[in-house]
């Protein structure tokens, strides 16, 4: 369902482990950078009405995530500072052809695959944590993470044809299994 | 109230009869690039945490009047089109200063000077034009523009000394109204 040609490895769990704090901070970061991303697509296919649709339930969905999770670091007296990022989005958007309709199909497979790998790893802290109510905040998160997943891959195909671009997808999907694979060593969400 | 520093000329008017259906574009692209700066102004400054919150706020009411202006011109069979934009937003960003705070508290006042200028505009279209509907419409916008100007001048104050931040708001305002006295070629909801 979500596309990704890979499973997050042990490590990453380890990285959770050794430095949650700094991963919730960067998780509020995510959401932050999601709904500012679908808002950069929404300028670009302006005209694109359906679209825009999506991008403005996305933009509201990923604001109000955002909320949620300074919320939970206030509760927990986490203070929500700016951290160096790490290098999983640079990776991703280096990928993006230049020229259109490509760029968009791109750009919006590779929103797909970040959203799709953020819901993988929600399930997997929903089952690692031993805070219960981390651990059903992130259960909580996954289903609309899912849905964006899905709705990208459908905008990405209005761009081209539906099966060049599963195949594009596909291939970006590979190429983000193996930036995962590497990994990163400051502990983050996408690390 | 809005801290403007002239009333938009007559001539103005005349464009908006000659060409309405252009304005009524130009305002949906405005909503957009209203939510879009509010957007990139919580990136900029995601630590504060009033400034992120009021952000979204403006954020979600902005992509809402968006769309409510894609509804009206779909409901008029008036296609929504990319149109080259107006010089006023260029000019005004032209005006912040580049290092921090002053940065933040030009971009503030000059995000708050545009919605008074809209504010402004409404407020005549909704006397001015004969369509009841469409006056009503433009009716309906006035109080929450008026609201994002107040706000974005008490965030700018907290960027600064409060006496400061206003005598630059007046300096600002000074500059905006001969922007605004130049007027534009192209009939637009800032021209």
């Keep these: 369902m979500l596309n990704l040609q890979s499973k997050s490895p042990k490590r990453w769990?380890?990285?959770?482990?050794?430095?949650?704090?700094?991963?919730?901070?960067?998780?509020?970061h995510c959401e932050h950078k999601a709904a500012a991303t679908a808002m950069s697509l929404m300028g670009?296919?302006?005209?694109?009405?359906?679209?825009?649709?999506?991008m403005t339930r996305i933009v509201d969905e990923e604001l109000e995530h955002f909320h949620m999770v300074l919320d939970l670091l206030r509760q927990r007296g986490i203070p929500f500072r700016r951290q160096p990022p790490g290098r999983y989005g640079r990776r991703l958007r280096g990928l993006v052809r230049p020229?259109?309709?490509?760029?968009?199909i791109d750009r919006l497979l590779v929103a797909?695959?970040?959203?799709?790998?953020?819901?993988?790893?929600f399930s997997l802290l929903a089952d690692h944590v031993q805070d219960r109510e981390l651990a059903e905040f992130y259960r909580s998160l996954f289903e609309s993470?899912?849905?964006?997943?899905?709705?990208?891959?459908?905008?990405?195909?209005?761009?081209g044809d539906e099966s060049a671009v599963r195949q594009r997808l596909r291939d970006l999907a590979v190429a983000e299994a193996e930036i995962i694979a590497e990994g990163h060593p400051?502990?983050?969400?996408?690390?």
Tied chains: 1, 2.
Excluded at 99 to 104: D, I, N, S
């Design 186 to 191: 400051l502990p983050r969400m996408h690390s």
């Design 145 to 159: 993470e899912a849905r964006h997943h899905t709705t990208y891959v459908r905008l990405a195909c209005q761009f």
């Design 44 to 54: 670009s296919y302006i005209d694109h009405t359906e679209l825009c649709r999506e």
């Design 99 to 104: 020229h259109e309709p490509q760029r968009a």
């Design 112 to 121: 797909g695959l970040i959203e799709a790998r953020s819901c993988e790893r």
């Design 13 to 28: 769990l380890e990285q959770v482990d050794a430095a949650l704090e700094e991963i919730l901070v960067d998780h509020a």
